[in-house]
């Protein structure tokens, strides 16, 4: 099956810096990656997403990128806030998240530091 | 629209009792998926549902666990025995199989077997 590997486990930047955290995955068949935002004692947000179609997008200050080839995508954060303070997830899907579940990556804890 | 409701939001019962997780999905949706969040293991799927029918519960840990969704806006998952093992934070989440591919999570319901 998929498997997720995600790096850092825990990034801590200045608030007004950028943040970036990066998942690979295994499965080529993989066509669906998404990225959650979790936090404390709150279930995970869908923040963003791509398709294996599309190399980068972009939502204001996020913005995430996926190269196939090497299989591995990225989350991108500019402009830090304190309320970016959070778990982020990275997911795979081989069949599209609407009708497939989703194999998550262990999580980065993000720390703005004012 | 309301999101993913679950109920309880917190369960604490001793080993060896039966424990019933519930959830309503967005209306509309007709994928459902329920996960386990721990420490240890992070977010896990365990089985979901594609209008009414259960496709994949190979996540399913034991033949403890059981998932039902005896309709289009109510799915119960089911732990009987339930062990210490199973304490986590339990999450439903939903979407439309088709067209789109997003997945919306519920707040969770954090279970507690002592």
Known sequence: GENVEQHPSTLSVQEGDSAVIKCTYSDSASNYFPWYKQELGKGPQLIIDIR????????????????KTAKHFSLHITETQPEDSAVYFCAASIGGGGADGLTFG??????IQP | DAGVIQSPRHEVTEMGQEVTLRCKPISGHNSLFWYRQTMMRGLELLIYFNNNVPIDDSGMPEDRFSAKMPNASFSTLKIQPSEPRDSAVYFCASSLARGTYEQYFGPGTRLTVT
Request: net charge positive.
């Open chain 1, 52 to 67: 294996s179609n599309v190399g980068e997008k972009k939502d204001q200050r996020i913005a995430v990128t996926l190269n």
């Open chain 1, 106 to 111: 262990k999580g980065t804890h993000l720390i």
